[in-house]
């Protein structure tokens, strides 16, 4: 008969199993902070060499720092003061428009039974929207605080990291490790911004030869939310459709067309097309990237997807010097 097999774990393994438990349930609890940090971290990337430039004219750091707040901050605003007008103005005249066209529609036996439960609901959907803003505000003004911090302690942060470089000239490795993921990182926010500016342009003269009212701000708003792959194309399409159902529904449909048609054109040629060029990573990673984000996270999965890989990459690439660094070593 052949004799039972004993498993024996020492009181070390049991040890360490408990602490990695603890450290991936506190790392799971720590998710939004780790979250906010990497987003914080993205915008350090992007701000400090153009903080670094306006350092060698002896402006301080700091005040180059909110030199660059207000000026975001104040082409965000003006996109906001530019489209909310017209908006306003094309929505009273849709309102207005209403009662006719739901009569319509009722005549071809359409049932609004669907929008009437919406609007029924529509007051808690506004005290949630408000207090969502709220929160958002003071994520906003947190993150604003970190990022500032971040790039101060720029110069500074290689002597944080050298614990993670164990050879040589650990120093050296840090910052060559950070300026690789600056400038990695510093690519994709550069990326971005092409794409928001393709993505406005071609809405503007796709809407312009339309003939619909309003196009520069209803362009500046489909760029400005092309930073939210897939979602941000939806929402940016539902104020133009608003407009041109304003003058018609036939130029409602085709402004409705107009956006899948770029939205296709964004997802399958210029995203992928743009990543490689400006951050080095293939089409076909950059689209299951975008997916993958998507799909575990959501939103925030997917605008954080592209900058996750291109850190891990830089990561990899680093244990992979390290461990053949320490095999060559090894063989001396």
Do not use: C
């Not at 350092?55 to 104040?74: D, M, S």
């Not at 919406?118 to 709220?134: E, H, K």
């Not at 690789?180 to 503007?204: A, H, T």
């Not at 939806?234 to 459709?241: D, E, L, N, Q």
């Amino acid at each position: 008969m052949a004799r039972p097999i004993k498993i024996e774990i020492s009181h070390k393994t049991i040890i360490f199993t408990v602490f990695l438990g603890i450290f991936l349930a506190l790392l799971y609890q720590a998710r939004y902070v780790i979250l906010l940090f990497f987003i914080a971290v993205i915008f350090m990337s992007a701000l400090s060499p153009l903080v670094d430039r306006l350092e060698k004219f002896k402006i301080p750091r700091g005040v180059a720092i909110i030199f660059f707040y207000l000026l975001i901050w104040g082409v965000i605003s003006y996109g906001i003061a530019s489209l909310v007008p017209p908006l306003i103005e094309q929505s009273n005249k849709f309102i207005s428009r209403l009662p006719q066209t739901v009569e319509s529609f009722n005549n071809g036996n359409f049932d609004i039974s669907f929008f009437q439960s919406q609007i029924s609901s529509l007051p808690q959907n506004i005290f949630r929207f408000v207090l969502g803003a709220f929160n958002n505000v003071i994520a906003v003004f947190t993150l604003m605080v970190v990022i500032f911090y971040l790039i101060i302690e720029r110069k500074n942060l290689k002597r944080y990291l050298v614990f993670l470089f164990g050879d040589g000239d650990r120093e050296k490795h840090a910052e060559a490790f950070i300026n690789n993921v600056e400038r990695k990182l510093g690519g994709w926010v550069r990326g971005q911004l092409i794409l928001m500016i393709i993505v406005g342009l071609m809405s503007y003269l796709g809407l312009t030869f339309l003939g619909v009212e309003f196009a520069i701000p209803l362009a500046f708003l489909a760029g400005l939310l092309e930073i939210i792959p897939n979602v941000g194309p939806t929402i940016s399409m539902i104020p133009a459709v608003l407009v041109a159902l304003a003058t018609s529904p036939v130029l409602a449909v085709a402004v409705f067309a107009l956006y899948i048609i770029i939205q296709q054109l964004e997802n399958n040629i210029i995203v992928p097309k743009v990543m490689q060029k400006v951050v080095g990573l293939k089409p076909l990673i950059t689209i299951l990237a975008l997916l993958s984000g998507f799909k575990i996270a959501g939103i925030a999965g997917a605008v954080l997807s592209v900058p996750t890989v291109l850190v891990l990459e830089i990561v990899i690439n680093e244990f992979y010097r390290q461990h053949k660094h320490s095999t060559q070593t090894l063989k001396k």
